[in-house]
């Protein structure tokens, strides 16, 4: 069991930053591949980003690339989410989510529904 909590969110001004925080309980969490994903009013919940359980490997969504970073410490069971030149179209509620290994021996770290764990989430919005 991974109880997930966010924080981090908030309002900014288009072209500023934030830093999301994820604080994970649980022995195990560093067996567990970590992700973020947004969902915007009215929209599905869509990829952001995320990265493999000894934070070797990262992966992000091509609207974020380049300006958003992910990283993780097991020893502080945390994940991060550093967002640089925010747009308004980064305006969402923001959820860290938490995935073990699937059966067959892999991670699927782009698809929300292989996820296992999901916090509340945090609001950023990005006013223009």
């Known amino acids: 069991q991974v109880h997930l909590v966010e924080s981090g969110g908030g309002l900014v001004q288009a072209g500023g930053s934030l830093r999301l925080s994820c604080a994970a309980s649980?022995?195990?969490?560093?067996?567990?591949?970590m992700g973020w994903f947004r969902q915007a009013p009215g929209k599905k919940r869509e990829f952001v980003a995320a990265?493999?359980?000894?934070?070797?490997?990262?992966y992000y969504a091509d609207s974020v690339k380049g300006r958003f970073t992910i990283s993780r410490d097991n020893d502080k069971n945390t994940v991060d989410l550093q967002m640089n030149s925010l747009k308004p179209e980064d305006t969402a509620v923001y959820y860290c989510?938490?995935?073990?290994?699937?059966?067959?021996?892999?991670?699927?770290?782009?698809?929300?529904?292989?996820?296992?764990?999901w916090g509340q989430g945090t609001q950023v919005t990005v006013s223009s």
């Open positions: 990265i493999s359980w000894s934070g070797g490997n990262t």
């Open positions: 649980g022995r195990t969490f560093s067996s567990y591949a």
């Open positions: 989510e938490a995935q073990y290994r699937r059966y067959n021996g892999n991670y699927y770290y782009t698809s929300d529904y292989e996820y296992d764990y």
